[in-house]
């Protein structure tokens, strides 16, 4: 929607391109359809385009090749090079142009030649007449075959039945429910589109994976997913980066992998030579860009450095064998064919023992291998981290253990085959050896053990350095001397690597002078202040160079001492997400704290949504998107594969609109940084606002993801309804209250606002309606995650759980919107009631 908005010069001018290139515009417009009287013939030049004018279906030849064979496919209409994301007739193509696309008399879409011949069929039982079907492209590529009952029921959909391409809202993987199971194939040439060699899909045991096979024999693997991250990608926050990028795994057989971006010209493509692109149109290349591709590197490829063999592509060789393990034949080795990899060089001591020497020896212990893909054929055990290990050596046959927070403890048998070593990726994977090969290694450790310490403990000392006792000349943003020596000291330490990733990169956070914040501010004038935050007013300001910014001043009364604020910065310094508010810098002179933010000129949500002027400004769309974009931001948050970040005061002010209204989440003042064992926390402190709070988190102070999904929850209500959560009406104390009777009273859809309400998006809001009740249920447990939340959010024809009765919270005296503090925590908790209304 949005982005329609911002390229509708370019965009008109696209659509009247095609329109100047088609031989008949009458019928190169408006027709998405094909019906039981509407065929498509080749002959006619005729063709569907979508609604979007993004996709056309119809007769194709694939450039350059040499034949003149017609398929019918799907293909991007906006742009000069031929993109073609869906093809029917792979295996049966045309050599004349006699071919027929059509309505047959079964009821199905069929591809039929001039000789009458059936090449392709959607092939499905219609239990409607052929004249009550129809087949339409959608705006999003999607091709669906419906028919009249219920509005349009619908039969079969290319989105169920991709080909070499995934497309924006199109899910792969395994569908437990339907037993569907759909994966990508690659075409056999770029020339060539039948079936070709390679195919991608999820498997969903032990843990989904997502891989690509060769003749069903893997080439390339993920690494198992551990609810947030594959770990087995070297990088993987540009996959996090990918709008809604998802897996949903639900560990009952169902594994889901999406993503969702609005603009059309998107794609995931596995390209005849076994590798997936992930490509978005650039126009100022008039090409596609390539974003993320698998495999990325030499050491990508399966089994690379074969059986105790890891590979890093940084290295040369790349393949080295694991300490305490040699090639097995050297001459082999040295010449770069690493394909039999390595052996043991002194056997475990249950081994001897099986042998019959003795007693065995000592135990045997665990190499600890850091930031590795783990091999393959992992075994789940139900062990904690504690217990792992032992689990691990009490097996004769186990030779490696690692545990993951998200998975638990994973255990290997045999040969470890396919690992490799990262740089800021992967996980510790702990290799069992025999007690004879510890003395060779604990000396390094010592040494390793030590300067990962001293880099720790310099980086933290500059980090307090430059955030407290900076001052700078006038002009430009710039660091005390004696700070970048340190800076540079720190540089020359980790010059090595390996730590260097996990650092703050203080360099890249420019410290601003108090003067240039003052002057861009008007010296903090009334006019250029934007609005009070929880922990002090905000201004708009210009920096000499003509950029502009929103600088929060802390009020020294706030309570947000020194450690929320480097909290704060060192947190949003590393996030960067398009909806999350990018922080630019920070000052500290004297009593002065100051962070400056890219500047919103839209403002917050809450300035729209309850102004009775602007709200007509979000139509329907609009929210959804705004709503999605909010979850995208959270999920971020939640995900980041190095923190795990709780937001803790999610509310509508704190979500800023950009130019294209595309929300941005700011005030990361609260946020908690996690460490990767603490799922959920107990704080003193409770801080937050009344209204988003959810019951455990007021109550008791304990919060954790689903605490922000309760406020997520509440937001998206106001959203839908253009209402305050503090909303009261005919006793009902809350907006919560009064959507849980509308909600049992089955009138869900009344629930939003009057300026949006139309009713053929009745059935979304009640969707939207049931979603957030979700979110807002009184238990933690039963609020599903983010991640779920943006997955119920795009799919459509879901199923949705039934949600239970809210927490309703009512609170007396204090103003809603209004952040509680330290001050007045104890008798806030106290005003804090817990009410119960049920439906009638
Ligand atoms: C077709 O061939 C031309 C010339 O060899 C080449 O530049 C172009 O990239 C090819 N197009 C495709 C889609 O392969
Ligand atoms: C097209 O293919 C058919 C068989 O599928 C064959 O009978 C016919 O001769 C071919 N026509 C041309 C022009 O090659
Ligand atoms: C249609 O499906 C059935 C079974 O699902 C299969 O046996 C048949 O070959 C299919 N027909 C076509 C034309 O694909
Ligand atoms: C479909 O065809 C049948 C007879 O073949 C006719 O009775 C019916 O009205 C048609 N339905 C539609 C929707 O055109
Ligand atoms: C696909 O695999 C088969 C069997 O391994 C091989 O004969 C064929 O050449 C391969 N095709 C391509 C396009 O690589
Ligand atoms: C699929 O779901 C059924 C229950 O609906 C379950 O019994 C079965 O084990 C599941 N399949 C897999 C592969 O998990
Ligand atoms: C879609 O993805 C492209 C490429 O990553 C990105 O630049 C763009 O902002 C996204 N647009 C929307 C509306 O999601
Ligand atoms: C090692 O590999 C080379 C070349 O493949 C082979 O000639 C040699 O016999 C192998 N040596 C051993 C000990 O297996
Ligand atoms: C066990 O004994 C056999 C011969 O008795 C020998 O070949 C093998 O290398 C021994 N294995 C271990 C692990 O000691
Ligand atoms: C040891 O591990 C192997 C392979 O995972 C398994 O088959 C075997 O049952 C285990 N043995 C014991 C005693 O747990």
Not at 234 to 245: Q, V
Not at 307 to 327: A, H, L, M, T
């Amino acid at each position: 929607m949005v982005v329609l908005l911002n390229s509708r010069p370019c965009f008109v001018v696209l659509i009247l391109l095609a329109a100047f290139s088609c031989f008949s515009p009458r019928l190169c417009f408006g027709e998405d359809r094909i019906t039981f009287s509407t065929p498509i013939k080749d002959s006619e030049s005729k063709t569907l385009l979508s609604k979007s004018g993004v996709f056309r279906f119809g007769f194709f030849t694939p450039v350059n090749s040499t034949g003149r064979l017609r398929y019918v496919g799907i293909w991007y209409d906006k742009i000069p090079v031929q993109t073609v994301v869906w093809v029917a007739n792979r295996e049966a193509p045309i050599n004349d142009t006699s071919g027929v696309v059509s309505i047959s008399d079964d009821g199905n879409l069929v591809v039929t030649d001039g000789r009458n011949s059936l090449l392709w069929s959607t092939n499905v039982t219609v239990p409607v007449a052929p004249n009550e079907t129809w087949v339409q492209l959608m705006e999003n590529g999607n091709l669906r075959l419906q028919d009249n009952r219920n509005n349009g029921e619908i039969l079969w959909e290319s989105f169920k039945h991709p080909y070499s391409s995934m497309l924006p809202r199109m899910s792969l993987g395994i569908n437990n429910g339907t037993g569907e199971n759909t994966g990508l194939t690659s075409w056999r040439s770029y020339t060539d589109p039948s079936t070709g060699n390679y195919t991608v899909g999820l498997v969903a045991f032990p843990f989904p994976e997502l891989l690509i096979w060769k003749n069903k024999v893997p080439q390339w693997r993920s690494g198992p997913w551990n609810g947030q991250v594959f770990i087995g990608l070297p990088d993987m926050d540009s996959l996090l980066n990918i709008d809604g990028f998802n897996l949903n795994n639900d560990n009952q057989g169902t594994v889901l992998l999406t993503f969702a971006n609005d603009s059309f010209l998107y794609h995931f493509n596995l390209d005849p030579n076994g590798a997936i692109y992930q490509r978005d149109w650039s126009t100022s290349m008039n090409d596609w860009r390539v974003g993320v591709r698998f495999p990325s590197t030499d050491c990508d490829e399966y089994n690379r450095c074969g059986p105790y063999g890891s590979c890093n592509y940084r290295e040369d060789p790349q393949c080295k064998c694991i300490k305490g393990f040699v090639p097995r034949n050297n001459t082999e080795w040295s010449l770069g064919n690493w394909i039999s990899g390595c052996v043991r060089r002194a056997p475990l001591r249950c081994e001897r023992v099986k042998n019959g020497s003795s007693n065995g020896g000592k135990e045997d212990w665990f190499l600890k291998v850091q930031k590795m893909k783990v091999p393959v054929n992992v075994q789940p055990s139900l062990a904690n981290a504690q217990a792992c290990p032992k689990v691990c050596l009490d097996n004769c046959s186990c030779t490696a253990y690692a545990y993951d927070q998200g998975i638990g403890c994973m255990l290997w048998s045999g040969s470890l085959v396919d690992m490799q070593s990262f740089l800021g990726s992967g996980i510790d994977l702990y290799i069992r050896l025999s007690h004879s090969e510890l003395k060779a290694h604990s000396k390094r450790a010592v040494m390793i053990t030590a300067l990962v310490l001293g880099i720790v403990f310099v980086s933290a000392v500059c980090v307090l350095l430059a955030c407290l006792k900076l001052k700078k000349r006038p002009g430009e943003p710039k660091k005390d001397r004696s700070v970048e020596q340190l800076l540079k000291r720190m540089e020359e330490v980790n010059s090595g690597d390996e730590a260097a990733s996990n650092q703050v990169k203080l360099e890249e956070l420019p410290l601003f002078e108090f003067q240039v914040l003052a002057t861009a501010t008007d010296d903090f004038s009334l006019r250029s202040k934007l609005g009070q935050g929880g922990f002090g007013p905000v201004y708009k300001g210009k920096l000499p160079e003509g950029q502009e910014i929103a600088v929060k001043r802390l009020s020294r009364a706030s309570g947000q001492g020194l450690e929320e604020l480097m909290n704060e910065v060192v947190v949003i310094s590393k996030l960067q997400h398009r909806n999350l508010v990018k922080l630019l810098g920070c000052c500290i002179e004297g009593e002065e704290r100051l962070l400056v933010y890219e500047y919103m000129p839209n403002k917050s949500l809450d300035a729209y949504l309850f102004d009775p002027l602007k709200q007509k400004i979000l139509d329907w769309k609009t929210r959804l998107n705004i709503m999605e974009g909010i979850c995208r931001g959270l999920l971020y948050l939640h995900r980041d594969s190095r923190l795990r970040i709780i937001h803790r005061d999610l509310k509508a002010s704190n979500i800023l609109l950009d130019d294209n209204l595309n929300p941005k989440i700011s005030d990361f003042g609260l946020a908690r940084v996690f460490r990767a064992n603490e799922d959920e926390a107990n704080t003193r402190r409770v801080v937050g606002t009344y209204g988003y709070m959810s019951p455990e988190y007021a109550m008791e102070g304990l919060f954790s993801e689903k605490s922000d999904v309760f406020s997520l929850g509440v937001i998206l209500l106001e959203i839908i309804s253009g209402r305050r959560n503090s909303y009261k009406k005919d006793n009902y104390p809350n907006l919560l209250a009064y959507v849980w009777t509308l909600w049992n009273e089955g009138e869900a859809a009344s629930l939003a606002d009057p300026s949006v309400f139309d009713e053929s998006f009745e059935k979304e809001i009640t969707k939207c309606v049931q979603i957030s009740l979700l979110c807002v249920q009184e238990v933690a447990n039963d609020r599903p995650n983010v991640s779920t939340v943006i997955w119920m959010l795009t799919t459509e024809n879901m199923d949705l759980p039934e949600p239970k009765q809210p927490a309703f919270i009512t609170r007396r005296e204090k103003s809603e919107g209004e952040s509680s503090d330290q001050s007045s925590q104890k008798e806030s908790i106290n005003d804090v009631s817990l009410t119960s209304v049920t439906g009638r």
